[in-house]
């Protein structure tokens, strides 16, 4: 108890860089603007006035990994508003793409009186937590307003654990008010349970990320976009690439392009903010470098060398044009640790990894046992990898077929995950009616 107020004291001393962070506005990124009271609990009421699933995903990525549980809850309960909350403004415009009965709200920091007026003001029936966002007061308060909170498709990495363990302290007992915590896989739930959880509280459905679908419309753009580049190019993506990563994936591809001549490289940098600088990058070594925030649907795209992925929520669509996929934050030593290889796989994408993928690592693990994923240690044997696809594109095929075995044979988490909210929202239905 002493340990939360002296992190809460912490928090309130600590407002105004907080603050300043999570409202500065950042290159690339939508701005906050008016909504910046959210931040601090004072956010408008919803349009309805029946009580809402409240889930909670950071940002963009998670807010991907929400989408197959958001449609499917719709599906199943019609009736029921869904309010989402991101951090991150990018997280908000991921939100305001989807449809249906849904708003959105930017998550408040975690200051009690912030947390509890929120609460108050939404009023949600339940609240769903995506991944692993854990927040010591809004736990607490969430269990002493009955809420049940439940943290699905949770993972915890080992630095994660350990980042715990060091506060367990601070976290044990706000960790305990969880209702139920949906894990990954079993060396998820083990880990949680090193952080004092107890086995009732734990269970492990896989990750609903294997739960991928592609709407048409998504591959029909993503073959669009192919006949614009040329439909008989080899087309390499480089996806969420980081700083100092760009450098790296151009230096290989000025070797690919001594062998493949009409090969073109789609590059999908992972932040907005950094739009601008990769921008320049391509154009001082390949002057045949176009922006998609800059090109039209009818544009004629087949003498161009690099196509810089420049924009929001598209990624689906670039990879879908694409034949071979390098996945980013992998080659940069344990700075990031990887990016998820399961749309490109989904996707029926050979997939390249460099060697840095520990926040990944049970998928790609997968990935590798099966001849999935091919991982290179550097520039040169990104190249010499791209280049051997290339001039073997029976190679290529035959590993994205792996590669979308791997997915195929892993779905069903959202059915397992499914039953468990099911569980917990008609209880918490029934025990409105009966108010």
Not at 61 to 80: F, H, K, M, R, S
Not at 188 to 208: I, Y
């Amino acid at each position: 108890m002493l340990t939360r107020l002296l992190y809460t004291t912490s928090l309130y001393i600590l407002s105004p860089a907080i603050l300043t962070l999570l409202l500065k506005n950042k290159k690339g990124k939508p701005p906050v603007g008016d909504r910046w009271k959210e931040f601090i609990g004072i956010a408008p009421e919803l349009t309805q006035s029946q009580q809402p699933i409240w889930i909670h995903a950071v940002s963009v990525g998670e807010v991907i990994a929400a989408t197959p549980i958001i449609n499917a809850l719709q599906q199943q309960y019609p009736e029921l508003p869904l309010l989402i909350t991101t951090t991150t403004s990018t997280g908000a415009e991921r939100v305001a793409a989807l449809t249906g009965n849904i708003e959105h709200r930017y998550f408040p920091a975690d200051y009690p009186c912030a947390v509890k007026q929120f609460i108050k003001r939404m009023d949600p029936a339940l609240c769903l937590i995506m991944e692993t966002e854990l927040w010591p007061n809004m736990l607490t308060i969430c269990k002493d307003q009955g809420i049940p909170t439940i943290v699905v498709n949770a993972r915890l990495s080992e630095k994660s654990q350990q980042k715990y363990q060091r506060f367990q302290s601070l976290f044990s007992a706000p960790l305990q008010k969880l209702t139920h915590i949906l894990c990954q896989d079993d060396n998820d739930q083990r880990r949680f349970k090193t952080l004092g959880l107890n086995q009732s509280q734990l269970s492990v459905t896989g990750t609903v990320k294997f739960d991928i679908q592609f709407s048409e419309s998504i591959i029909n753009n993503g073959l669009s976009l192919r006949q614009q580049l040329g439909k008989q190019r080899p087309v390499v993506i480089a996806s969420s690439t980081h700083k100092g990563e760009d450098e790296i994936v151009l230096a290989a591809f000025e070797k690919v392009k001594q062998q493949h001549t009409n090969a073109v490289l789609i590059l999908v940098p992972r932040h907005p903010e950094r739009f601008d600088d990769v921008a320049t990058l391509c154009l001082s070594k390949f002057p045949k470098t176009q922006r998609r925030s800059q090109s039209q649907a009818t544009d004629d795209l087949s003498n161009i060398d690099i196509y810089l992925g420049d924009s929001m929520g598209e990624m689906p669509i670039l990879l879908a044009a694409s034949d071979i996929c390098f996945m980013g934050g992998s080659l940069i030593g344990d700075k990031v640790g990887g990016h998820n290889l399961l749309e490109p796989a989904a996707l029926s994408k050979a997939c390249i990894t460099g060697p840095s993928y520990f926040n990944f690592a049970d998928v790609t693990a997968q990935l590798l046992d099966c001849n999935g994923v091919a991982v290179v240690d550097d520039e040169l044997e990104l190249a010499n990898k791209i280049n051997e696809l290339m001039s073997q594109p029976e190679l290529a095929v035959t590993m994205g077929q792996q590669a979308k075995h791997v997915v195929e044979k892993n779905k069903g988490a959202l059915s397992k995950i499914m039953q468990t909210l099911t569980y917990y929202i008609d209880q918490t239905i029934n025990q409105a009616n009966t108010k």
